[in-house]
């Protein structure tokens, strides 16, 4: 099935399968503005059920128009009309570009096809809208008005007009005027169309237009304006349009407004109980209930009661008053609070209730949805990195959730320093004697060792993993330990941990697995999760995410899918969920001011035992044969061992001559894993960077599992007309292709690639101006993106120490390297220094 991808300025269509898909990516608005007339297609993609609906909006908008007819323009609607829609957006990819201004674009686009079709159509706007779809209506020029008047012997004053177009401006006037208007013209006809559907559908209209009353100005008494306000949709189904009182409209009806959380409760927690006060309301004005019960023993009807106009409808009103006594018995939990903004249930639909929040609850949720709110602190003074503004925004966002015990999903685009945030608030807690738990994923294992032995050194860390059980650090501030490992642990079951984090936290998008339920069976006072993709296209993975942080807040995985299928309300689960998500993108414009425009961060990894077997053996063999050598033979020697050294960190399979690689014997694969996963989510384009010829295919294997699609491979047997091919289709924003592996020394000049903005170095050319070359087939003019730049560094190896090595000795790499093609520097060093250069660290 076909998606639609949102982007900045529209759509793409992608994996497009049926005839309708493709008209929709080689057509997209020809072929949207078709199907906004057409009945809704059946099992469509989210993303393409939500252009339709914008596509159906807008033929909504057109036909509910009673000036179209005379100005043959599309009129755009007001902007809460299109906040309304942004609301509803599916949680797809882009869906954080759908913005009122994005939504008016393709209305335009619309409206631009409207234009150019009423140009060569010789009749009425009506017959158009009937050519393309025989069930709609449009709205005729006929307008009703119904009028409060403050003084007068009716209290209501009604008028029927037309719309016309005068001195090529759209004018109002009263409807028996259309009689001398189009006295010798068949127009009238056309005009009087919707009034005679009304008659035949309303007795109460039949009888004006029989006795000729409709095309005067009327007064109205209580009774007569009640009767007409109730009939007021089937007039409008009919194409007359009404132009009504407010008090009458949806926002001023019968409702009982409960306000929780005045006060702040006396612990804090989902399940503390919050005060509550409810009050009955009729439009905007509060009632007692015993003004309520004496309303119930007068005639239905209109009643003018504290200067306003209310309706009295027994049925509603008992409904009113059974609400209020109900919530006057009701007690309510912070986690009942928030529910109550989910979607509504069958049971819960028709109910007159409207929550708002008191004065404490108010400011912990404007804290939470708008988290600069909170007190911005700085971290503890033995943090040692200096945070980005949002990053010390996310810091203290993080601090405010954990004191609360809210589970707080930190959702950052890929880049934005998730981890960072993390080590910062570990390391403040470490002061009040917290003791954490992180979970995550086995290829980031050293990632994390490295990070949080660089930025927050007084962290005491424990690895739980491999052999490595038992928690026998009794003062670790943190345990980290693996998805795969928490059911081999049984300690992690008896105690509670003040803090539970998990990173990546789609590896637990399943709940069905047992991975999932081990994780939930953990206990902790307060819970994270990061994920960089938290709610592209799959609505269920959210679900098993929050059924982890905030057990029941969506529901039972019954209740969720039920609501999934009779269609979700988006906007209420927005509403529900947005004060337990952090989410900065790389795309806003206060994200960009923070950010510079290259990022590099180097990513930790671990070799496998199968990499560590032949590692070591390598090693034995190259000190045995070091002794021994010199000269061209010597240089020849330790080139050699290091290019095996290099295979062997990339996999075993390389190294070994064979053709399997599976990714489970290579750390850098299950990283490259981790990291494509969330580009192809985001479906945003990477370029991966090795030395090895031979390494472009099984990457390309590999990545082409991992995106779901193929991608493009260069190096040099590549001839020079295929690669500039490639460039031009890698670069093409009529398809996506996600991903290109390029050797380092064919890929590494000469072409240009704006279109990705990750980059990946798989392999480490130890050159820093070739890697830095490299980087700019992305990082150029054109760029108008954030680049993210990733280098795979293994732990313990070669890998490490010469980046140690080249970070350490500026000098060395900008004069030496810098005119040494290669790795040739290193044959210079002294025997003692290869060999610890060369000995695998404890890994």
């Known amino acids: 099935m076909a998606q639609a991808i949102f982007t900045k300025t529209g759509f793409s269509i992608e994996q497009p399968t049926t005839p309708f898909e493709y008209r929709l990516k ?51 609607p007001a902007k809460h009309f299109y906040q309304t829609l942004v609301n509803e957006v599916p949680f797809v990819i882009g869906y954080e570009f759908v913005t009122i201004s994005w939504l008016q674009a393709i209305h335009q686009e619309l409206a631009n096809i409207f234009a150019e079709e009423m140009k060569n159509f010789q009749g009425s706007v009506a017959d158009y809208v009937q050519s393309k779809n025989q069930n709609l209506t449009t709205a005729g020029r006929v307008y009703f008005h119904l009028i409060e008047r403050k003084q007068g012997p009716t209290p209501f004053a009604f008028l029927a ?103 702040q409760p006396s612990y804090l927690g989902m399940d503390s109980l919050l005060s509550s006060q409810p009050e009955l309301y009729l439009g905007q004005d509060r009632y007692s209930k015993a003004e309520i019960e004496s309303l119930l023993q007068q005639d239905e009807g209109l009643a003018f009661l504290k200067g306003k106009w209310i309706e009295i409808n027994h049925e509603k009103l008992q409904d009113l008053l059974d609400t209020f006594e109900e919530q006057e018995n009701t007690q309510w ?34 804290q939470m949805t708008m988290p600069r709110k909170i007190d911005q602190a700085e971290p503890a003074t033995t943090f040692q990195a200096e945070l980005r503004p949002y990053q010390r925004v996310g810091y203290n966002w993080l601090k405010f959730m954990q004191n609360q015990s809210f589970g707080a999903l930190l959702a950052d685009d890929m880049g934005l320093g998730k981890t960072v945030q993390i080590l910062a608030l570990l390391d403040a807690l470490k002061n009040q004697d917290t003791r954490a738990l992180l979970i995550i994923p086995a290829s980031l294992i050293e990632n994390w060792r490295k990070e949080a032995a660089r930025f927050a050194p007084n962290l005491n860390v424990q690895i739980l993993h491999g052999k490595q059980t038992d928690m026998q650090d009794a003062t670790a501030d943190l345990f980290i330990t693996t998805y795969g490992m928490v059911s081999k642990i049984a300690a992690l079951y008896e105690k509670t941990f003040d803090l539970l984090i998990l990173d990546e936290a789609q590896a637990i998008k399943n709940p069905g697995t047992k991975q999932t339920k081990n994780v939930k069976a953990l206990h902790a006072r307060a819970k994270i999760a990061m994920t ?72 930790y990894i671990g070799l496998s035992k199968k990499q560590v077997a032949l590692y070591k053996g390598v090693q034995r063999e190259i000190e045995k044969s070091l002794e021994d050598s010199e000269g061209i033979q010597r240089k020849g020697m330790i080139l050699s061992a290091i290019s095996k050294f290099k295979q062997i960190c990339n996999h075993p399979d390389q190294y070994l001559g ?70 031009q289709e890698f670069n093409s924003s009529e398809s996506y292709t996600p991903y290109m592996v390029l050797s380092i020394k064919a890929g590494g000049v000469g072409v240009n690639l704006t279109a990705a903005n990750h980059v990946i170095h798989f392999d480490r050319w ?4 070739v890697e830095n070359q490299a980087t700019d087939r992305a990082f150029r003019i054109g760029q108008e993106k954030n680049v993210f730049v990733y280098k795979f560094v293994t732990t313990g190896t070669i890998e490490e120490k010469i980046d140690e090595m080249l970070s350490e000795k500026t000098q060395l790499s900008n004069d030496l390297i810098s005119e040494t093609s290669g790795e040739n520097w290193l044959t210079e060093m002294s025997n003692q220094e290869l060999k610890q250069l060369f000995t695998l660290e404890a890994n």
């Not at 090795?690 to 779901?708: D, R, S």
């Open 658 to 727: 064979n053709q399997e690689f599976r990714p489970n014997l290579s750390g850098k694969f299950e990283n490259l894993r981790a990291l494509c996963e969330t580009i192809r989510d985001k479906h945003e384009q990477v370029l991966i960077f090795t030395q090895f010829k031979e390494m472009c295919e099984p990457l390309n294997e590999f990545l082409a599992e991992v995106f779901g699609k193929s991608g493009l491979v260069l190096h040099g047997s590549v001839p020079a007309k295929k690669r500039a091919q490639y460039v």
């Open 532 to 603: 960089g993709t938290p709610i592209e296209n799959r609505l269920s993975d959210l679900w098993s995410v929050f059924d982890f942080l905030n057990q029941g807040l969506l529901g039972t995985k019954k209740e969720f899918s039920s609501q999934i299928k009779k269609g979700m309300d988006y906007g209420a689960l927005r509403k529900m969920i947005s004060p337990f998500i952090l989410r900065r993108l790389k795309t806003d414009q206060q994200i960009i001011s923070d950010l510079p425009a290259k990022n590099e961060q180097k990513e």
């Open 333 to 366: 939990t912070l986690f009942e609070a928030l529910r109550n903004q989910q979607i509504n249930t069958d049971s819960e639909e028709n109910q007159p209730i409207e929550i708002n929040n008191g004065q404490w609850l108010n400011q912990v949720f404007t």
């Open 161 to 263: 007009t037309y719309a016309t177009l005068q001195n090529g401006k759209v004018n109002h006037r009263p409807l028996k005027n259309a009689l001398s208007e189009f006295e010798n013209s068949t127009e009238i006809f056309s005009l009087l169309s919707a009034v005679g559907r009304v008659a035949d559908e309303s007795t109460f209209i039949s009888q004006l237009v029989e006795s000729g009353e409709l095309f005067s100005p009327l007064g109205f008494n209580e009774q007569e304006a009640y009767q007409f306000l109730k009939e007021t949709p089937i007039y409008e189904e009919s194409g007359v349009i009404c132009r009504i009182p407010d008090f009458w409209k949806k926002e001023y009806q019968a409702s009982v407004k409960v306000t929780l959380g005045d006060q």
């Open 766 to 769: 130890w050159n820093p101006a």
């Open 26 to 76: 080689n057509e997209p608005f020809r072929t949207l503005y078709e199907q906004g007339f057409a009945e809704r297609i059946s099992k469509t993609d989210p993303s393409i059920d939500y252009l339709l609906q914008v596509a159906q909006s807008f033929v909504h908008q057109l036909k509910k128009d009673g000036e179209i007819e005379i100005t043959r323009k599309f009129r755009f």
